[in-house]
């Protein structure tokens, strides 16, 4: 049976980290925990995301157990997947263990798996629920970014900087893998920052005819040319995209580079460490104003709070006048 969360005193959060770990995770676990305290609630750390919810891994978490973590990449509550939190069974347990500590409020840090088993959860038993972005892909609709986005935009944007000298000194091609399995807004953004002749991403559909063309037109007037691939691009990834025009194209010097999980780690940036803040704080805030089942995002330079029912069911659109760009800027 479905219950509806109900708008009642909050006196005690719990909350967790769930998914793929994000640059700026730490910064809001230590928001929520010391806006917690100083409203004068408690807060407890469920460790291992949905799965310790549901084995009851949870411990106390006073205003000196988030000391010196805001500058911390990864999680210090870990993160994994729960199959049992899957099922409703699992689920249950998860409420029991929410009961047992005398939590009456959750906040979940990740992204969209994490927000779609809050809401079922939400729906399901009640529980107040506030969600805050934490992925490094920017995926998530209702929100201009996420946390973690700036910071691994950055990292892939410097190594794609190493990798343009490189390619300059030996004339070559180099094919860089960057993450966003199912968006290509680090592989934009990193683009145009990198000043990258041509990426490839989920979003377009893009032949390796149309990357040849872009080749031929970039090797009368360029030393070297930077292909961004994102790893969810429908030619295969980036190995497979160089195979393919290595096969056709043999006029570089191919390398290809994978970045990796390198993208995840690393000290948050500025930019992510405010944003971490801004949304542990308002999440704690929303649930003492009556709010629940909703999103902490951040539109226009603004505090936005859409409902996760309304989150889960739509995909972010990749920015048309930023591809725009990159196609004047890549001449």
């Known amino acids: 049976m479905t219950r509806m969360p109900q708008s009642r005193a909050v006196s005690h959060i719990g909350v967790l980290t769930s998914g793929g770990d994000a640059p700026g995770m730490n910064a809001a676990i230590r928001a929520v925990v010391r806006t917690a305290h100083f409203n004068k609630l408690q807060v407890s750390g469920i460790l291992g995301g949905y799965e310790g919810l549901v084995t009851d891994e949870v411990r106390k978490l006073e205003v000196r157990d988030v000391s010196n973590i805001i500058q911390r990449g990864g999680t210090i509550l870990r993160s994994a997947r729960s199959d049992s939190f899957r099922t409703p069974e699992g689920r249950i347990l998860a409420k029991s263990t929410m009961d047992r500590h005398g939590m009456d409020a959750l906040i979940?840090?990740?992204?969209?798996?994490?927000?779609?088993?809050?809401?079922?959860?939400?729906?399901?038993?009640?529980?107040?629920?506030?969600?805050?972005?934490?992925?490094?892909?920017?995926?998530?609709?209702?929100?201009?970014?996420?946390?973690?986005?700036?910071?691994?935009?950055?990292?892939?944007?410097?190594?794609?900087?190493?990798?343009?000298?490189?390619?300059?000194?030996?004339?070559?091609?180099?094919?860089?893998?960057?993450?966003?399995?199912?968006?290509?807004?680090?592989?934009?953004?990193?683009?145009?920052?990198?000043?990258?002749?041509?990426?490839?991403?989920?979003?377009?559909?893009?032949?390796?005819?149309?990357?040849?063309?872009?080749?031929?037109?970039?090797?009368?007037?360029?030393?070297?040319?930077?292909?961004?691939?994102?790893?969810?691009?429908?030619?295969?990834?980036?190995?497979?995209?160089?195979?393919?025009?290595?096969?056709?194209?043999?006029?570089?010097?191919?390398?290809?580079?994978?970045?990796?999980?390198?993208?995840?780690?690393?000290?948050?940036?500025?930019?992510d460490r405010v944003l971490a803040s801004r949304s542990g704080v308002a999440a704690v805030d929303r649930l003492l104003s009556g709010g629940g089942a909703e999103m902490v995002g951040v539109v226009g330079g603004q505090l936005v709070y859409p409902r996760l029912s309304e989150i889960i069911e739509q995909r972010k659109v990749l920015d048309g006048e930023l591809l725009r760009i990159l196609g004047i800027l890549s001449i």
């Open 108 to 271: 979940v840090i990740g992204g969209d798996g994490t927000f779609k088993g809050a809401e079922l959860f939400s729906r399901e038993h009640g529980i107040r629920v506030m969600g805050i972005t934490g992925t490094i892909d920017n995926d998530m609709p209702g929100t201009d970014v996420t946390i973690g986005f700036d910071t691994a935009t950055n990292t892939a944007m410097e190594a794609v900087d190493r990798i343009r000298d490189t390619a300059s000194s030996h004339d070559r091609l180099f094919f860089v893998e960057v993450m966003g399995r199912t968006c290509g807004a680090i592989a934009l953004h990193c683009g145009i920052a990198a000043g990258a002749e041509y990426i490839m991403v989920p979003e377009r559909a893009q032949g390796i005819d149309d990357l040849i063309t872009a080749l031929e037109h970039a090797e009368s007037s360029k030393s070297s040319v930077i292909v961004i691939v994102a790893e969810g691009d429908e030619q295969g990834g980036a190995y497979e995209v160089a195979r393919k025009v290595k096969a056709r194209y043999n006029h570089y010097d191919t390398r290809v580079s994978v970045l990796g999980h390198v993208q995840r780690g690393g000290n948050p940036s500025v930019a």
